[in-house]
């Protein structure tokens, strides 16, 4: 099978770009001493998980019960759910931790704290939990000079439930716009949670797992002296929004949406495909930097960028195709059933829209077929 | 069961509101003596199909031919896939047609016509194509006045397809910021469709069906006259882009998003959710309104707003809630476990994240659950 037997619109995955991702990614957190738990929340796919794991039962990190399920299904044990824990979901964890699941969950307060202790009771082992630490001001998190995070380590381990250690995501350096100012964030993160972990160990409180991440920071991070494992997702395939911040180039970008010419509208400039936000979410990420890249960066069928060539707009199984100057004479002749590749603004939106990769090595021969899966 | 013993997020669907939407829908189109032909890529489901259709066996809009596959294996037989076709779907058109769907395709050029025809010479019976018609300077068709309409005409018929009329979507409606507006635009959207079928018949093409629609048109239209059916949506769930455009009320809203309080960031006003972009889509439309609706506005469980309580701000699992001004003493007391519904920007678009609607009549408990499906 080759990209023109394909239905249009498909996801297809380049592997032979995957795997140098992986490898860099890889190679780059050998040489800083620590261990790798990959967010299979960007590809949800246990094919591709494989080709990022240290070994067939992981460690990784997952955003959803549901990813939990699937990668314990498919011999996967070692999980950290990387979102706060809410009630309703620890009977879930208990029955994935009789199935076999080492899971750990994280919070970042008291009252979390003690539904987890709550929990515990009703499990064989008590529930390991990670404090989640706010390194940046993004999100989630105890700030770091918090005396909360000692009352919340008080809360779990005199209750039971087991402390891990810290976690945290400096979400903060997807708006850095200089590579020192990723580099600056990169030691803000790992410092956040080097210095709570030095302080629950002051205090007599296990930390024995220090844990960062987020694919700018990690990409330039240059000593994580104290970090034990570091998460990343969007690495594995890249994106225009990561090429735009100077993490990776376009040509590392190894996700795309295959999509055929449908028409033209040629007094406008305009080529219609069938491939509109449905197909490449509706995630608009590069229109805050400066290259906006539309709904994605049009490439040949072969993958190769036909220079200023955008999704200028979308509908919901629509696109528009455009060059980026609105100037008609500029978009390339692209006759009705042209197949084009489009770029995403962010893997993990576009990925998400679909259920299976295409998988290509730099060519137009589909090698393999991928099942993915969304939802909760 | 009950919306709390739900696992978060989860879509949660109001039946009632639902039905007083269809009823009003259809009773309007009733007055005004068309057909409804509803578009079932907002639902994606047989079980509000069916509450929208006229037959069990349709007829309906489809914007994939997975759509189309899902409602023929429920009996839905008389379909319209209203993009404009691919080469490399034929093929499967032609297998949709041999299942037994009465199926038509749309177009609007003469390449795609003559792969039409090509692909009649394989068909047991001729292929039946509608010409798509731009009454808006939206997105895709042929202009009013461009005689390719009687030149694309002529190839389907005398190739052998079969010529079943025009339709058209005034998308533009979207962008009306008045009533009178979005009436105008009806009478734009009905005029250019009625006004090309009459250029057909003059020539003596034949035109059976002229089909136009979008919720805001079909909402306001006051004279459908030389129209034969009518295409909306969205208009089942309704949604806050909707609402902010004079559609319908936040209280016509059917669909929301169930999320559990995970966290706060007290100092900021915030609380946390595990409803991120992934469950709401990263649809922002109202951004461009004069309410801007983050990425949702904020009920409590049963459903009811809570002022201006909005999702400002969302990560792929994380949903950040905070007061519209910003004012942290004007953010509800929200303990870790609350449940909120979010009400969407874009119901088509949160829809789609989601593979299931737990189905409620204005209160707590889930009546049943409704499956769904997205992709292709």
Redo the contacts between chains.
């Keep these: 099978m080759n990209l ?7 996801l297809v995955l380049d592997e032979a770009r995957m795997t140098r991702n992986i490898d860099r990614m890889r190679s780059h957190l050998d040489e800083l001493g620590v261990s790798f738990r990959p967010h299979v ?1 960007t590809c949800k796919s246990i094919d591709v998980a494989r080709r990022m794991m240290a070994t067939p039962s992981g460690p990784v990190t997952v ?3 549901k990813e939990a399920e699937y990668f314990l299904a498919n011999g996967v044990s070692d999980i950290l759910y990387a ?7 620890l009977g ?1 964890v208990l029955a994935l931790g009789a199935k076999g699941a080492k899971i750990k969950v994280i ?3 008291v ?2 704290a003690r ?1 987890v202790v709550a929990a515990s009771r009703d499990a064989t082992a008590p529930l390991e939990a990670l404090i ?1 630490i ?1 390194s940046d001001g993004h ?2 998190g105890v700030q770091p000079g918090d005396p909360l995070l000692l009352e919340i380590a008080g809360a779990l381990e005199s209750g039971g439930a087991r402390l891990a250690g810290v976690m945290t995501h400096a ?1 903060s350096s997807y708006n850095c716009t200089t590579v020192d100012a990723i580099r600056a964030m990169a030691e803000q993160e790992s410092d956040a949670a080097v210095s709570c972990a030095r302080r629950l160990r002051d205090a007599g409180y296990p930390s024995p797992t220090v844990s960062v991440g987020s694919t700018p920071t990690a990409t330039f991070a240059r000593d994580l002296t104290g970090v034990t494992e570091v998460r990343t997702g969007v690495f594995v395939f890249f994106d225009l929004f990561m090429a735009g911040l100077g993490v990776c180039r376009t040509s590392d970008i190894a996700l795309s949406v295959l999509t ?6 040629r007094d406008k400039g305009w080529a ?1 495909v ?1 491939a509109g ?3 490449m ?4 990420g590069t229109a805050k930097q400066v290259v906006d890249q539309g709904y994605g960066l049009v490439c040949d069928v072969n993958g190769k960028p036909m220079g200023d060539i955008l999704m200028i707009d979308a ?4 696109g ?1 195709i455009a060059h980026r100057s609105g100037d008609p004479a500029r978009l390339p002749d692209l ?3 042209t197949l084009l590749r489009v770029l995403p603004n962010h893997a ?2 576009t990925g ?4 299976r990769y295409h998988v290509v090595q730099e060519d137009q021969r589909v090698a393999a077929v991928w099942p993915r899966f ?3």
């Design positions: 023109p037997d394909l239905e249009t619109p498909a929340k955003s959803t019960l979102v706060g824990i809410a009630p309703n979901k879930h919070l970042d307060n009252e979390a539904v989640e706010d999100r989630s979400g055929s010419v449908i028409g033209h509208q219609i069938d936000w449905m197909a979410s509706r995630d608009r509908n919901q199984e629509h528009i006759p009705v059933g993990c939106a998400a829209q679909h259920d969304s939802g909760w």
